[in-house]
């Protein structure tokens, strides 16, 4: 009986370390964030009680109450007089976060790495500035001869137009599958060319009309993508899937 109560215990998806670098606020708020963000909390479904996610995360009332108070305050769940509290229905899941989260843990493993600081050092990566640029920042190109009696302020134009088309070029580029055929492209830049304002904006509203096209259809694919997955008979249903059930089968 004993080794059975041990097996549950080690099963509670909720269950918090108090030995734990993270407070036990953060553990249960992380937990339930991730239910909520992958899709397997929808929206509109109610949480447990204060009590009850207590008894179940060995923490205390009042530990509970702040975060679903600081969830409510993301917006990711409300509170109704009476009824409890339930997932925000403005909340839009994205089910291939736990995905590409397990097959990271799954690559560190195989690599002998800690998911520990696999988890440490994307949340560093995530807060600094440009982790997820491809490539470079734009250069500025040679300007060649320069009109003598160009403003200055024009010059800054350019070069604001010049940085604007380099990012929108590096975000474009991890669309291009999914780029719509017979979209206008933007015009060949020649090395010895100097574009003025004018055509450097054209070039920068194609693009960002190709982008807008490209997210539209990307959108659309991992739509297409998700429900297609979750029709799909999976041998095992994750982690966040067997929390799920794990809940369910104590409702």
């Known amino acids: 009986m004993a080794q059975q109560v041990i097996a549950h215990e080690e099963r509670n998806p909720f269950s918090t370390d108090r030995g734990d670098e993270l ?6 708020a992380w937990r339930l964030r ?14 447990p009680s204060f009590r009850r996610l207590a008894e179940w995360a060995a923490v205390n009332v009042n530990t509970v109450r702040a975060v679903y108070a600081d969830l409510e305050d993301q917006g990711l769940v409300v509170s109704r007089q009476g009824q409890g509290t339930f997932v925000a229905d403005g909340v839009e899941p994205a089910p291939r976060l736990e995905e590409i989260a ?5 690559r560190a493993r195989d690599e002998g790495l800690s998911p520990r600081e696999l ?4 949340a560093a990566c995530a807060s600094m500035p440009g982790t997820l640029e491809n490539g470079e920042e734009a250069t500025e190109p040679s ?3 320069p009109d003598p009696g160009e403003e200055s302020e024009a010059i800054e134009v350019r070069n604001e137009l010049r940085r604007q088309i380099g990012r929108l070029e590096a975000e474009l580029a991890s669309y291009v599958r999914d780029l719509p055929d017979g979209m206008p492209t933007a015009r060949p830049r020649a090395e010895a060319h100097i574009a003025g304002v004018e055509e450097l904006e054209q070039t920068r509203d194609t693009l960002i009309a190709q982008l807008s096209e490209a997210q539209k259809a990307a959108e659309l694919r ?19 899937g067997r ?6 089968s104590r409702s």
């Open 119 to 122: 988890a440490i050092v994307i």
């Open 102 to 106: 397990v097959g990271a843990l799954r």
């Open 243 to 248: 929390a799920m059930s794990w809940w369910r």
């Open 222 to 240: 991992a739509r297409e993508e998700d429900r297609a997955r979750a029709r799909r008979q999976e041998p095992s249903p994750g982690p966040l």
């Open 23 to 28: 407070p036990v606020g953060i553990q249960l």
């Open 34 to 47: 991730a239910l909520i963000c992958s899709g397997r909390l929808p929206a509109g479904e109610r949480l």
């Open 143 to 145: 300007p060649g001869l």
